[in-house]
């Protein structure tokens, strides 16, 4: 591969993985919560959740790209309203984990009424939004990202495209890999640790969202 288009390949390739990981993470965790609690029916809630994260994160990027009057500074208004939005979620999803700690004895699950048959429909759409709003976040990064890419790169745009699809594939593979390894960890484990990861990213997200605004308040 000629250095001009290693610039565009690796750049493209790093994004996807970096915006994508943590997004990935939170569904996967999502999704082995849904079946260990035997509510795989539930699923389909996180699927309308990465639907509307992708449209949400390409429509508002392509609003800051090309409607007229959008600036700079609305771009980091959205980023700091969507990062205190993230810790809220992110922290209600490490309440959700506590309580199945709490709640899960291994050896039991089996024997209790689906979580298909008693999960209210709050908590339903609590999953969507929950997924929306991490989709969103980390694709809104990756549609402004990729469209500064695009417009600096004339001639190796095809780069730019194998760098996405690689990153992707890599992604998809941590992803299975990171799904099998799941499957070794006791259910209770598996709380334990989710709860601790959700609360250092709404922690992160929190003080970066707020620094954020500070930021433009002062200017």
């Known amino acids: 591969m000629s250095s ?3 610039a565009p390949f690796t750049g493209s390739l790093f994004i996807v993985l970096r915006e994508g990981f943590e997004a990935m993470l939170i569904v996967m965790l999502i999704f082995t919560y849904l079946k260990r609690f035997h ?7 996180v699927w309308y959740g990465i ?8 429509g508002v990027a392509m609003g800051f ?7 700079h500074e609305h771009e980091e208004w959205f980023e700091g309203v969507t990062m205190l939005m993230a810790a809220g979620v992110l922290g209600y999803l490490a309440f959700w984990c506590h309580g199945a700690k709490n709640h899960f004895q291994e050896g039991i699950i089996s024997k209790l009424k689906p979580l298909d048959e008693t999960l209210p429909i709050w908590s339903s759409l609590a999953l969507t939004f929950a997924v929306t709003i ?3 976040r980390e694709g809104f990064e990756i549609v402004l990202f990729y469209a500064a890419l695009f417009s600096s790169t004339a001639t ?3 780069a730019i495209w194998v760098g996405g699809a690689v990153g992707t594939v890599a992604l998809l593979g941590v992803y299975a ?4 390894g799941t499957n070794l960890i006791p259910t209770d484990k598996i709380f334990l640790y989710s709860k601790y990861f959700f ?7 929190g003080y970066q969202g707020i620094e954020e605004i500070f930021e433009l308040l002062e200017h």
Request: glycine share 8%; no cysteine.
């Open 65 to 71: 790209k090309f409607i007229a009057g959008l600036t």
């Open 177 to 180: 890999i990171m799904r099998k």
């Open 51 to 58: 639907a509307t994260g992708i449209i949400l994160s390409i």
């Open 199 to 205: 609360i250092i990213l709404a922690l992160y997200f």
């Open 39 to 45: 509510a795989q029916g539930k699923e389909k809630f």
């Open 156 to 158: 190796d745009q095809m």
């Open 134 to 136: 991490a989709i969103a």
């Open 4 to 6: 001009e288009m290693l």
